[in-house]
């Protein structure tokens, strides 16, 4: 808590923001963009207008979701993050690149590094915000950078950023093995440090968030499929920013599908009732993208895998999601990720039949949202395969 109040007392208050040049610390982070035509896109070096050695927590999901950082703490961290950038070609990082060279330096460090910026002119004050990338502050075109220390980066990271070998889902596998968090991963990704040479490419930060969650996903499913089912029906609910969980597991294989409902008055709900959308996957997997869902298919699907994967177990698994209007300022797809680890470190409530669960979960829904949810289980596949499908102990009776 001391921490946070000497942040937003450095941060809050910022008058360099108007300035065309500054010292800082780069958290260290950097933002691929997804706006410009194809092969080009906008690659920004985040940092505050300010030196501080606590410049860390302004790029931290992790530390975010398991302190006391409120949603206006995480507008005004990010807020605080002038995006410097430049214009490249996905295909810059095969050659020499100055700006490039040090957004690579910056990526790969795992703690803050001292920078001196100077910008083309002074920052644009917008902020933008979707909902799977984190919310931007002010940007500005970069005219000169250095970095002004040495920076520190751990061997593991040293290990795949030289070993031009190795393919980017081997590289992601294992450094997400040694504990390094997707949201250190998605920088590596996107900013070229990863995979075979000939194909290490800039990515756009939006689809390299989503690239990481899918990655580490499929290893755990390859995994999941040799364990046992759950031996009960279990429910496990959590919130968090005013989203709200309800994760049901069922004895079977493994299956997935995520409904996200929107509450009127939620940020992403223009209209004035209730709306979902829904993708889901069966024991073979995904063919194409979750449109419907997009990245926040993948980062629920994560916490899910991570739970099933520690227990040495499979099972069904139906999501349903409630954004509220508590959520007030949409915080990027960590939210989603970070929500469901939340609620699946919670104890879960246990039933001895599918029919039991899911009236429980029926009547929380009514109680906390004044929603029938019977909606959703009519249109949800995984639940139609549950009760349709034929098994082999269906022969056995």
Known sequence: VELQLKVKNVFSTIKELGKDNFFGSSPPSVFVGSKLKYPNVN????????HDDSSWILDNPRYWASSETTIKDVVSYRGSLINSRFKSSVKDVQKENKFLDIAKEIAIGHNPVDVEIYLKKKPNLNFDKDKITMPMGPTAGLKSIKITENVKVSNHVEKVFEDTDLKAADAIDYLYSKNIDENFLTKLLSIGTLGLKKNRRLVSTRWSITAVDDTIGKRFIDEIKD?????????FTGNFFGNYYYVMLFPDVW??????????????????????????EGYGGRKSYAENCA???????LPVLE?????????????????????????????????????LNNKPVEFETRNEMLEYVKQLIIRKFNFNIERVYNQSLLLKNLRQQMKLSNFFK
């Not at 990245?295 to 699907?301: D, M």
């Open 43 to 50: 690659v920004g070096i985040l940092s505050p207008p300010v």
């Open 227 to 235: 364990f046992s089912s759950v031996d009960k029906y279990q429910l």
């Open 255 to 280: 299956s997935y599908e995520l409904f996200e409902g929107y509450m009127p008055g939620a940020v992403w709900n223009f209209s004035g009732k209730i709306e979902f959308a829904t993708d889901n």
């Open 295 to 301: 990245g926040g298919y993948y980062a629920a699907r």
């Open 307 to 343: 739970y099933l994967n520690k227990a040495r177990r499979q099972a069904s698994v139906l999501v349903i999601r409630f954004e509220t209007p508590e959520y007030t300022d949409s915080l990027g797809v960590w939210v989603t990720r970070e929500t469901c680890r939340r609620t």
